[in-house]
């Protein structure tokens, strides 16, 4: 047995925070982008918009959530401002905001029915507060933009019940002779962990990462231990939009290894930072007739979501409500479709009721057969040697086979460094997958077989290894 480098050990000690694993359990979610630019047909407003423009006669917010929840997202987020710093609920902290509007008597609130709507449907609920904000006079003046958006985060904090999540945008578009606005993002953070210790900061904060485009791509190895450095704000908003016609659509090549043992090894603060994939389900973030005809289809929305949810990073998919207050018919569509191909996909986990063996494991109650046991807290553990580990799924009888769904016990660390699978076939092993990261979630597709043995090898781990679930589809 090969001694552990103290880097790797270290690596391996890093837990997320009970939001973090909370967050985590969510996997899909939707993002709503819905403000003044829907009625300006823009994607960044300026912020001088006439706030009477804002007139969704029909806001439906049941609607967008129920439709949400039956695609299978488990939460939402809404956009309570955006760049132009239209606030889309009744705020004391500006006029510029949907009481300013004459829609409903200028007592309209949005942020209060897409909560109630969640709390309805079951969905969680959280809230984008754009930092950037091109509209409020305060920006770029320091202390007294921080008072303000210091406020503003409170009343949302206090006014809409528990938020899953404060999404803070790391974009802003002013350039290099406009307002330059120096956040103190820690007064920001303290403030949210004060109200609400549950919430997870997004983006330019602390729990959870931007992936890094905004095209719905994630790296092969999505690493959830990684260098301190990368939730740095001026990092993260070097790297985001500077403008509205150039949603970064790559991740930076410098950017592709966040977390192997090559990049942690010359890091000596590493944290818990796990990737959340933003992505449109059309061209704009914002609703524009013009784009009706670029809602994606069935394929490419299940490609999305298998690179995203199946490769350890969850999905945030932008649908964005019309003018009117609903979604558009062919995002219905789209997003019920796929709810129902997710149902038929995950209908029936086949490794119910089976047996797993494994090679060795740390003790009685952490055995292969703990991988089966739904309980989040039945796991197993390979004790202190695990390259070479191996675990053996006996179905009992041969099925059509094309996914097998793998975890990591989170709260124990990411241990698992590589690893692959196997199908017995004609008395023979036969490679279906080989991997790197499998955390929270891997889903492992392959050409449908009919098939009873499956063979996981942990290939190298950190300090020992552990799974929390194998599923089989
Ligand atoms: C970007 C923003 O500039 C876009 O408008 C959108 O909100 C996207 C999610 O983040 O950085």
Redesign the pocket.
């Known amino acids: 047995m090969k001694a552990t480098p103290d880097y790797v050990k270290y690596a391996a000690s890093i837990v997320p925070s009970e939001r973090q694993l909370q967050w985590q359990q969510l996997e899909f979610y939707a993002?709503f982008?819905f403000g003044i630019n829907t009625f300006t047909d823009s994607?960044?407003g300026n912020g001088n918009e006439d706030p009477d423009l804002f007139q969704p006669e029909k806001l439906d917010c049941r609607q967008w959530v129920k439709t949400c929840k039956l695609a299978g997202m488990r939460g939402v987020i809404l956009?309570a401002k955006?760049?132009d710093g239209f606030c889309l609920w009744q705020t004391k902290t500006t006029d510029f905001s949907v009481a300013a509007s004459s829609w409903r008597g200028g007592r309209g609130d949005v942020v209060a029915e897409c909560a109630a709507a969640c709390r309805e449907f079951g969905l969680q609920f959280g809230v984008?507060l754009?930092p950037?904000d091109r509209h409020e006079e305060t920006y770029g003046t320091g202390v007294a933009y921080d008072a303000y958006y210091l406020a503003q985060l409170r009343e949302l904090l206090t006014g809409y019940g528990p938020l899953f999540c404060v999404?803070m945008?790391?974009?802003c578009?002013e350039g290099p002779n406009g307002r330059k606005q120096h956040y103190d993002w820690e007064s920001y953070y303290a403030l949210i962990r004060k109200l609400q210790p549950n919430t997870v900061i997004s983006?330019s904060g602390p729990d959870v990462r931007w992936c890094g485009n905004?095209a719905g791509v994630c790296r092969k190895s999505e690493w959830s231990v990684v260098p301190y450095w990368h939730s740095e704000a001026s990092r993260i908003a070097a790297a985001?939009?500077k403008d509205?016609t150039k949603?970064?659509k790559k991740i930076n090549p410098t950017a592709l290894d966040l977390g192997s043992r090559k990049v942690i090894k010359r890091c000596n603060q590493l944290i818990w930072y796990p990737a959340e994939v933003?992505v449109?389900i059309r061209k704009?973030?914002?609703y524009h007739a013009a784009e009706d005809h670029t809602v994606k289809t069935l394929d490419k929305l299940l490609t999305l979501y298998y690179n995203s949810v199946g490769a350890n990073a969850s999905l945030l998919l932008?649908i964005p409500p019309s003018p009117e207050g609903t979604l558009h018919e062919r995002d219905v569509e789209a997003l019920l479709n796929l709810g129902a191909q997710l149902s038929i996909d995950f209908n029936e986990n086949l490794a119910e009721g089976s047996v797993v063996t494994d090679d060795r494991h740390l003790d009685d109650a952490h055995t292969g057969q703990q991988t089966l046991d739904p309980d989040p807290e039945a796991y197993w553990h390979s004790g202190d040697n695990p390259d070479g580990a191996t675990l053996i799924l006996d179905l009992g009888e041969e099925f059509d086979i094309d996914k097998i769904v793998l975890g990591e016990h989170l709260r124990t660390g990411q241990q698992i460094e590589a690893f692959s699978l196997y199908a017995e076939l004609d008395g023979k092993w036969k490679r279906l997958c080989k991997g790197t990261v499998i955390g929270h979630k891997r889903i492992c597709r392959f050409q449908e077989i009919r098939v009873r043995r499956f063979k996981l090898v942990i290939e190298q781990a950190r300090c020992f290894a552990t799974l929390r679930t194998w599923e089989a589809y």
Do not use: K, M, V
């Open positions: 993002f982008h994607e960044w956009t955006h760049h984008y754009s950037w999404w945008d790391g974009a578009g983006i905004e985001s939009q509205a949603p970064p933003d449109s704009g973030w914002f932008n």
